[in-house]
């Protein structure tokens, strides 16, 4: 069972494009939502981590920048903007608040420049 | 540094063989978690451990109760469907329990 929809799986970016980015959580028992990055070289790297609707965060990454936001508390968004090298974003989900820290990845989204 | 060192980086076993991977931490952590990435990208949670040992299968990962500073994933008799990247994570103990510092990976291929 799925437990995030993260779409598409792929995107092209034009340079100094920014992208949105959407997942969506369809089981309320893991409600806390974190972005991770993965670079080309397959390293995985946390992002942050939102827990309820309005939590608002930056970041500013080697090859990136990031604003996450938790919408609602099903939706979590993540705008790249100045992307300057592919990478895939991840989508996570745990419910720590039960006990369950497992961590649960999304599909991912590969972003490639163009 | 690298708080989590991953080893090997790389690995090819033919199926029917046992193999182990390895993760060290340059500090003590407070949980590991392994994973599996097959082809398409897809990361698949394979253990949560705090402490102790935890057998899946033909899987098995342990994690130094005492140092906390390493971690193992055993894959008993290998088989085809096993080959994929798997990382192990780490939680430390002042980082929050969904943000994992993760190792660089060991690519195993399972051969014939």
């Known amino acids: 069972v799925t437990l995030l929809e993260q779409n598409p799986r792929w995107r092209l970016v034009p340079r100094g494009q920014a992208v949105n980015l959407r997942c969506i959580l369809k089981n309320s028992q893991y409600p806390w939502m974190s972005w991770y990055q993965q670079d080309l070289q397959k390293q995985l790297q946390w992002l942050f981590t939102l827990r309820s609707p309005g939590d608002k965060e930056v970041k500013s990454l080697p090859g990136a920048d990031y604003l996450a936001t938790r919408v609602t508390d099903t939706e979590l968004r993540l705008q790249v903007a100045n992307m300057s090298q592919g990478r895939t974003l991840y989508c996570t989900c745990?419910?720590?608040?039960?006990?369950?820290?497992?961590?649960?990845f999304g599909h991912g989204t590969k972003l490639s420049v163009l | 540094g690298d708080q989590v060192e991953q080893s090997p980086s790389a690995l090819s076993l033919h199926e029917g063989t046992d193999s182990a991977l390895r993760c060290n931490f340059t500090t003590t952590m407070r949980s590991v978690q392994w994973f599996r990435q097959n082809s398409r990208g897809s990361l698949i949670s394979l253990f949560y451990?705090?402490?102790?040992t935890k057998e899946n299968g033909r899987l098995k990962s342990a994690f130094d109760s005492k140092e906390r500073r390493y971690s193992t994933l055993h894959i008993r008799d290998a088989q085809l469907e096993d080959s994929g990247t798997y990382f192990c994570a780490a939680e430390a103990n002042t980082g929050g329990a969904d943000r994992l510092t993760f190792g660089k990976g060991t690519q195993l291929i399972i051969q014939p």
């Open positions: 451990l705090a402490s102790g």
């Open positions: 745990s419910g720590r608040d039960r006990g369950d820290e497992r961590l649960f």
